[in-house]
């Protein structure tokens, strides 16, 4: 018998997990069984201690509603990690979850991260440290328009050109695609949550109504367009009235929520028209038949996908399950890492 080193026995009884660590969601797929967790990137600190008290669901559902002793975190902000030790205990509790799941406990999975691929040196080594620190034998980080694109199932490794939208929390991740490597990218921090800021924005100021980040969410994602209804919609928001300070419920429409992120729309409107200006010819003339593909959660905003077919003259097709694009993707490269061992970003 050949001799076989550790790792190789190590590898057949541990966890294979790919992880979308996003500014909004986590997602975590587990080889085998697929999409096991999709829970809320928060975190409830113990404010003397600084010990995560709550993680995940439960985290966000105290958003707001915290005692004094406590503090509700996102420790991503735009795809990146800010709060380094609080993302380290929820890439742990994450990953314990996962390890919960599964017959064989033990050895230390190996991972695979999406991250944004305008992410610098130092954001990078932050992840990698952070899932190091967290429990993970052997961690690898992969740009998350490119595990987009797999979990899309785009022919990433074929001599044909793709294009990916991957509309997330934090990030928009724009990159076309050909012979597993990335011909044009952009990545801009406009992404979801600048649409919720900017709802909470236009109804402070043309209502003098505060309302919280938790009711912005659920209006955008409610009522939310980017491009004119076959029939508008209307829903009451509850926020408190900034010149009373009293309690008041009032009625939006997707018309005035339209207005109020129109400006966050066009941004990313305008960096796929950009991305597209500089791709060559060849690839174009592939984009005319194969279309744009659009991923993460910002991909299910009402009337987006006619807005970008409007805007850039290319068919526009929303992915199957466009909000675990990057996590499916992300466990895809573990299955066949030589395969795709070019996809892999170098943190050295």
Known sequence: MAFRPLSWFLGLFSLD???????????????????VLNEPSWVVLDKKTKIPV?????????????????????????????????TKEMISYFLSKAHQMSIVPLPQPRVVI??????????????????HEAGARETYLIEEPMAAALGAGLPVTEIIGSMMVDIG??????AVISMFGVVVSRSLRVAGDELD?????????????????????????????????????TMNVRGRNLVTGLPEELEVSSVEIREAISGSVQVIVDTVKDAL?????????????????????????LGLKERLMDEVNLRVWVAEDPLTCVARGAGMVLEDLDKFENLLVDVD
């Open 17 to 35: 997990i790919g992880i979308d660590l996003g500014t909004a969601n986590t997602l975590v797929n587990v080889r085998g069984k697929g999409i």
């Open 54 to 86: 709550k993680v995940g669901l439960q985290a966000k559902e105290m958003v707001g509603r915290t005692p004094a002793t406590h503090i509700a975190v996102r420790p991503l902000r735009d795809g990146v990690i800010s709060e380094y030790d609080v």
């Open 114 to 131: 999406g991250i944004p691929s305008g992410a610098t040196k130092v954001e990078k080594k932050a992840v990698y440290d952070a899932a």
């Open 169 to 174: 929390g934090g990030t928009t991740e724009v």
């Open 197 to 233: 800021q900017d709802i909470i924005t236009y109804i402070r100021n043309k209502y003098n109504l505060l309302i919280g980040e938790r009711m912005a969410e659920q209006v955008k994602i409610t009522i939310g367009s980017a491009y004119p209804l076959p029939n508008e919609k």
């Open 277 to 301: 200006d500089e791709a060559p010819p060849e690839i174009v003339a592939d984009l005319i038949e194969n279309g744009v593909c659009l991923a993460g959660g910002g991909a299910l905003l």
